[in-house]
């Protein structure tokens, strides 16, 4: 059970790479995604998968009776998936006004000394893309 | 308001006068404990500060400390009042004051420290304080370098020297100083000897401005001309002096010790005797004549009969003397006149009288004439010369040449500037009274001491000379010792340096020309090499940091891939994972879905194709989740999920089509390829050598059981997360908030932007 899903982790984390290194935004964007992705569940499938009860303590008793599932990874992927979730929509917003700033997806084309020279000419079309 | 701030810096001189009670309140304790230690009973103090390592915050005052810490403080005390008047109206008055003083506590915590860890602290405390003073007008660009480089030369001459002291403690088991002589024979017997040694006259050579170090110390002259005085004739240079004296009984009296210290410094005190004659700026013919001296000093540690360790021990106190006045007086020419240049000033003595008389007494002592305490200096020096167990006849040499130019140059030093005619630069009358009155209780003190030298010697000199001698010796110092060897040589020097006084024009000429002349100089050396290592510098960084991110990732994710894949699959083949994975049907059918996903966003040509692929892995995942026994996380996935993709999908908008961006060439390809699939091997790899073992559940055992009875809660997840860890969800909260701002403010920036 454990070594199919960790092969499954496996092949995000490759997809999530090759994405990364694809020198375009959009592309390294969706990498971040699947990446985040794969650690969420890597850390889920290292604790352990052999018992799928939810960590509940039923109503009367004050300790848990059968052996249930893994409680600790569960609340560190919950943190996880939640500042993973925040840094991803912080890379969006700067891929996107990188965008914007610099006129180009392709970090191959972007200025090595960054917006100062690239600026006057995109703030003009920028401006007229906003509007009032 | 910084108008009104920078005023009231410079209209209030009260905290710099105030603070030259630390240096005379040190003083007077000192003298207090005096006879204490001419008894022979050495004060100590020990506190543990790092047990563990066996270092302890140990201070110990004997023979050699008192008389270190007794010119630290009586010169730190005249330094202070001097600097009252020559300070006047600096804007940084006040950090002047507090660097000194800083300096002046680190450099006697260095004479009266113990504990070799200890010693090391206050040496780099030296340094340091010797950097920011020297830098201390730090608009200038010579000053900041001349202080770049002290700070180089002898921080780095610092960590060689904390090498030693750490093998020293390797070999003997202890850093106690005070122990250390026990162990003198195990140290020379022992394989690191020469090792120990490199390493300590490393430290103290590069402190003590020994050839082939001694480039900075003339740099060093672009420190305010007290700090001169102070720190680069009078104590922090003599730091490796006091380390060399200090070693002496434990290191000392080895063929290779010998030979290095008389070699070395016969040679150093020769170039900076020659170079000062060549000089002709007040500063720098000092600075010159204080690495001879120095030299001269290095020389004689380099002997191991009580006559050549009392010369090195008596010339540290005259040469302390004479040297700082002189720097004083230095420093009051150009306060007066405006210029150090030697050739421009002549006949000050009419204007300057307390200064000139100060001058005279310091350049007679220095020059070694009878009734000075130069004097007797000068014969304990050739008696000692002639005692040194190898080279007598070059050490005597040495100082007999050394001993005539000097007096040449004390008397270029007294009669240029302040006999004859008055020169091109007139000076505005005697200095402040704080700036005359040190040089001339100094002054005072180089004649008072050469008429009663058996007081010195009783009380200042052979307490120094029994701390550092093997056997104990008594020193003996007297105006007269009959007519012997010393006393001819004396005659002779004095000779000597007549004639080159005569002939001192013509000397200058000739050196000026030869030095400029020579094909390579160690300062040469070192300019080179920091020139050297800025360059790789600028190389590497050209190479590693030249703007492209697909390099920087392809650095970054192939130096963990190789770096972890080595480590791990080295210990644990790839084949020894593998066991037949068994599963059930539906899950096989939901990892096919999932992979399917994952090929069709890595080849995606249409956003909208790629975001249904990313929503099914998102999906996927949410659903193994749920079937592993984890409901919240299942839940929390499937709303981030959601609110992801619909960011996405609105950033998306905004940004142009998916267009096929093919590789660059052959090999970017292949390193994308190999990249990403040796991760997602190394990925699987772990989980598979993870999940093999049994999961240690102790903690999430603690937590349990503690969920209903200790937080009242039945979802121990929940609980985890809002009660035990809460502090963790606190962090979580904030980073979201911080992102959310980030973002928020970059949008903002677009709409205001003009």
Same mark, same amino acid.
Request: hydrophobic share 55%; charged share 10%; proline share 5%.
């Given at each position: 059970?454990?070594?199919?899903?960790?092969?499954?982790?496996?092949?995000?984390?490759?997809?999530?790479?090759?994405?990364?290194?694809?020198?375009?935004?959009?592309?390294?964007?969706?990498?971040?995604?699947?990446?985040?992705?794969?650690?969420?569940?890597?850390?889920?499938?290292?604790?352990?998968?052999?018992?799928?009860?939810?960590?509940?303590? %039923?109503?009367?008793?004050?300790?848990?009776?059968?052996?249930?599932?893994?409680?600790?990874?569960?609340?560190?992927? $919950?943190?996880?998936?939640?500042?993973?979730?925040?840094?991803?929509?912080?890379?969006?917003?700067?891929?996107?006004?990188?965008?914007?700033?610099?006129?180009? *997806?392709? *970090?191959?084309?972007?200025?090595?000394?960054?917006?100062?020279?690239? /600026?006057?000419?995109?703030?003009?079309?920028?401006?007229?893309?906003?509007?009032? | 308001?910084?108008?009104?701030?920078?005023?009231?810096?410079?209209?209030?001189?009260?905290?710099? @006068?105030?603070?030259?009670?630390?240096?005379?309140?040190?003083?007077?304790?000192?003298?207090?404990?005096?006879?204490?230690?001419?008894?022979?009973?050495?004060?100590?103090?020990?506190?543990?500060?790092?047990?563990?390592?066996?270092?302890?915050?140990?201070?110990?005052?004997?023979?050699?400390?008192?008389?270190?810490?007794?010119?630290?403080?009586?010169?730190?005390?005249?330094?202070?009042?001097?600097?009252?008047?020559?300070?006047?109206?600096?804007?940084?008055?006040?950090?002047?004051?507090?660097?000194?003083?800083?300096?002046?506590?680190?450099?006697?915590?260095?004479?009266?420290?113990?504990?070799?860890?200890?010693?090391?602290?206050?040496?780099?405390?030296?340094?340091?304080?010797?950097?920011?003073? &020297?830098?201390?007008?730090?608009?200038?660009?010579?000053? @900041?370098?001349?202080?770049?480089?002290?700070?180089?030369?002898?921080?780095?001459?610092?960590?060689?020297?904390?090498?030693?002291?750490?093998?020293?403690?390797?070999?003997?088991?202890?850093?106690?100083?005070? !122990?250390?002589?026990?162990?003198?024979?195990?140290?020379?017997?022992?394989?690191?000897?020469?090792?120990?040694?490199?390493?300590?006259?490393?430290?103290?050579f590069t402190k003590s401005a020994q050839f082939p170090f001694h480039f900075w110390l003339?740099?060093?002259?672009?420190?305010?001309?007290?700090?001169?005085?102070?720190?680069? #004739?009078?104590?922090?240079?003599?730091?490796? &002096? /006091?380390?060399?004296?200090?070693?002496?009984?434990?290191?000392?009296?080895?063929?290779?010790?010998?030979?290095?210290?008389?070699?070395?410094?016969?040679?150093?005190?020769?170039?900076?005797?020659?170079?000062?004659?060549?000089?002709?700026?007040?500063?720098?013919?000092?600075?010159?004549?204080?690495?001879?001296?120095?030299?001269?000093?290095?020389?004689?540690?380099?002997?191991?009969?009580?006559?050549?360790?009392?010369?090195?021990?008596?010339?540290?106190?005259?040469?302390?003397?004479?040297?700082?006045?002189?720097?004083?007086?230095?420093?009051?020419?150009?306060?007066?006149?405006?210029?150090?240049?030697? !050739?421009?000033?002549?006949?000050?003595?009419?204007?300057?009288?307390?200064?000139?008389?100060?001058?005279?007494?310091?350049?007679?002592?220095?020059?070694?004439?009878?009734?000075?305490?130069?004097?007797?200096?000068?014969?304990?020096?050739?008696?000692?010369?002639?005692?040194?167990?190898?080279?007598?006849?070059?050490?005597?040499?040495?100082?007999?040449?050394?001993?005539?130019?000097?007096?040449?140059?004390?008397?270029?030093?007294?009669?240029?500037?302040? =006999?004859?005619?008055?020169?091109?630069?007139?000076?505005?009358?005697?200095?402040?009274?704080?700036m005359w009155i040190g040089p001339l209780l100094i002054g005072g003190t180089c004649l008072?001491?050469?008429?009663?030298?058996?007081?010195?010697?009783? =009380?200042?000199?052979?307490?120094?000379?029994?701390?550092?001698?093997?056997?104990?010796?008594?020193?003996?110092?007297?105006?007269?010792?009959?007519?012997?060897?010393?006393?001819?040589?004396?005659?002779?020097?004095?000779?000597?340096?007549?004639?080159?006084?005569?002939?001192?024009?013509?000397?200058?000429? @000739?050196?000026?020309?030869?030095?400029?002349?020579?094909?390579?100089?160690?300062?040469?050396?070192? !300019?080179?090499?920091?020139?050297?290592?800025?360059?790789?510098?600028?190389?590497?960084? +050209? +190479?590693?940091?030249?703007?492209?991110?697909?390099?920087?990732?392809?650095?970054?994710?192939?130096?963990?891939?190789?770096?972890?894949? =080595?480590?791990?699959?080295?210990? %644990?083949?790839?084949?020894?994972?593998?066991?037949?994975?068994?599963?059930?049907? =539906?899950?096989?059918?939901?990892?096919?879905?999932?992979?399917?996903?994952?090929?069709?966003?890595?080849?995606?040509?249409?956003?909208?194709?790629?975001?249904?692929?990313?929503?099914? &892995?998102?999906?996927?995942?949410?659903?193994?989740?749920?079937?592993?026994?984890?409901?919240?996380?299942?839940?929390?996935?499937?709303?981030?999920?959601?609110?992801?993709?619909?960011?996405?999908?609105?950033?998306?908008?905004?940004?142009?089509?998916?267009?096929?961006?093919?590789?660059?060439?052959?090999?970017?390809?292949?390193?994308?390829?190999?990249?990403?699939?040796? #991760?997602?091997?190394?990925?699987?790899?772990?989980?598979?050598?993870?999940?093999?073992?049994?999961?240690?559940?102790?903690?999430?055992?603690?937590?349990?059981?503690?969920? /209903?009875?200790?937080?009242?809660? +039945?979802?121990?997840?929940?609980?985890?997360?809002?009660?035990?860890? #809460?502090?963790?969800?606190?962090?979580?909260?904030?980073?979201?908030?911080?992102?959310?701002?980030?973002?928020?403010? $970059?949008?903002?920036?677009?709409?205001?932007?003009?």
């Open positions: 059970m454990e070594t199919v899903l960790a092969i499954v982790c496996g092949c995000l984390v490759a997809g999530g790479i090759y994405l990364l290194l694809s020198q375009n935004l959009v592309r390294m964007l969706f990498g971040l995604i699947m990446l985040s992705n794969a650690v969420n569940l890597a850390i889920f499938v290292a604790g352990g998968l052999t018992h799928t009860q939810p960590a509940l303590i %039923a109503a009367g008793d004050s300790v848990p009776g059968a052996s249930m599932a893994n409680a600790l990874p569960q609340a560190l992927v $919950l943190t996880a998936i939640v500042i993973g979730f925040a840094l991803l929509v912080f890379m969006f917003v700067l891929f996107y006004r990188s965008y914007e700033v610099l006129g180009t *997806t392709d *970090t191959r084309r972007m200025p090595e000394d960054g917006p100062a020279r690239a /600026y006057p000419s995109q703030n003009t079309t920028t401006r007229q893309e906003m509007g009032p | 308001m910084m108008a009104i701030s920078t005023h009231n810096h410079r209209s209030n001189p009260w905290p710099g @006068r105030l603070s030259a009670l630390l240096p005379l309140g040190l003083l007077v304790g000192l003298v207090f404990q005096a006879p204490r230690i001419q008894s022979g009973r050495p004060l100590a103090l020990a506190f543990e500060w790092v047990p563990g390592l066996n270092v302890h915050f140990a201070l110990l005052l004997d023979g050699v400390g008192l008389l270190f810490a007794l010119i630290i403080t009586a010169i730190g005390l005249l330094v202070t009042i001097y600097a009252d008047a020559y300070m006047v109206g600096h804007p940084q008055r006040n950090r002047f004051f507090l660097y000194l003083h800083a300096f002046l506590l680190s450099m006697l915590g260095l004479v009266l420290s113990n504990d070799l860890i200890l010693l090391f602290v206050f040496w780099e405390l030296t340094s340091l304080f010797s950097f920011l003073l &020297i830098g201390f007008e730090h608009a200038s660009a010579q000053a @900041r370098n001349s202080a770049r480089q002290a700070l180089l030369v002898t921080g780095c001459g610092g960590l060689l020297l904390l090498v030693g002291f750490l093998m020293v403690g390797q070999v003997t088991g202890t850093y106690a100083l005070s !122990e250390l002589p026990g162990h003198a024979a195990q140290l020379h017997r022992h394989s690191l000897y020469l090792s120990i040694l490199m390493c300590m006259l490393a430290g103290a003339p740099n060093a002259m672009a420190a305010p001309t007290p700090i001169s005085a102070f720190l680069h #004739s009078a104590t922090m240079v003599k730091a490796g &002096i /006091y380390l060399l004296a200090r070693l002496h009984p434990v290191l000392g009296g080895t063929p290779v010790w010998m030979t290095t210290l008389v070699l070395l410094g016969a040679f150093t005190a020769l170039w900076g005797a020659a170079v000062s004659i060549a000089r002709t700026e007040l500063k720098s013919i000092l600075a010159q004549t204080t690495i001879m001296a120095l030299g001269i000093m290095t020389m004689f540690l380099g002997g191991r009969s009580a006559p050549a360790l009392t010369a090195a021990m008596t010339f540290l106190l005259v040469h302390s003397l004479y040297k700082s006045a002189l720097f004083m007086v230095a420093g009051a020419i150009d306060h007066q006149t405006g210029t150090r240049e030697i !050739e421009k000033i002549g006949g000050l003595a009419r204007f300057m009288p307390f200064t000139a008389a100060a001058t005279l007494f310091a350049t007679l002592s220095m020059a070694g004439f009878p009734l000075f305490i130069g004097f007797i200096g000068k014969e304990i020096m050739y008696k000692g010369a002639l005692t040194e167990d190898v080279f007598p006849g070059l050490a005597a040499g040495a100082t007999l040449v050394s001993n005539a130019l000097m007096t040449a140059v004390a008397a270029t030093l007294v009669l240029r500037p302040f =006999w004859g005619q008055p020169r091109k630069v007139h000076p505005s009358g005697e200095a402040p009274w704080q008072g001491f050469g008429l009663i030298p058996d007081w010195v010697g009783h =009380w200042l000199v052979e307490p120094a000379v029994r701390a550092i001698h093997v056997t104990p010796v008594d020193v003996e110092l007297k105006l007269f010792y009959g007519f012997n060897t010393p006393l001819l040589l004396s005659m002779i020097t004095i000779l000597m340096g007549g004639s080159f006084y005569v002939f001192r024009r013509w000397l200058r000429r @000739r050196l000026s020309q030869l030095l400029p002349a020579l094909p390579i100089t160690t300062e040469g050396l070192y !300019e080179g090499l920091v020139a050297a290592v800025i360059s790789f510098a600028k190389w590497q960084t +050209r +190479r590693l940091q030249n703007g492209s991110l697909f390099q920087y990732l392809v650095v970054i994710i192939g130096a963990t891939v190789v770096s972890v894949g =080595w480590v791990f699959l080295g210990s %644990a083949p790839l084949s020894a994972l593998w066991n037949p994975p068994e599963f059930p049907g =539906w899950l096989g059918l939901l990892l096919i879905a999932m992979l399917m996903a994952i090929g069709i966003v890595v080849q995606a040509r249409s956003r909208v194709l790629a975001i249904c692929g990313l929503g099914v &892995i998102g999906a996927g995942a949410a659903i193994l989740f749920l079937v592993f026994g984890a409901p919240d996380v299942g839940l929390t996935q499937i709303l981030v999920e959601t609110l992801t993709l619909i960011i996405v999908a609105i950033v998306l908008l905004r940004l142009p089509p998916i267009e096929p961006q093919p590789d660059a060439n052959r090999l970017q390809h292949t390193l994308r390829l190999t990249l990403s699939i040796g #991760s997602g091997v190394l990925v699987s790899a772990f989980l598979i050598a993870v999940t093999q073992h049994d999961v240690d559940r102790t903690i999430t055992t603690f937590y349990e059981q503690a969920s /209903y009875i200790q937080a009242h809660g +039945r979802n121990i997840v929940n609980v985890i997360l809002v009660d035990f860890r #809460s502090l963790d969800t606190l962090g979580e909260i904030t980073v979201v908030a911080v992102s959310a701002l980030a973002a928020r403010a $970059l949008i903002r920036k677009k709409r205001s932007a003009p």
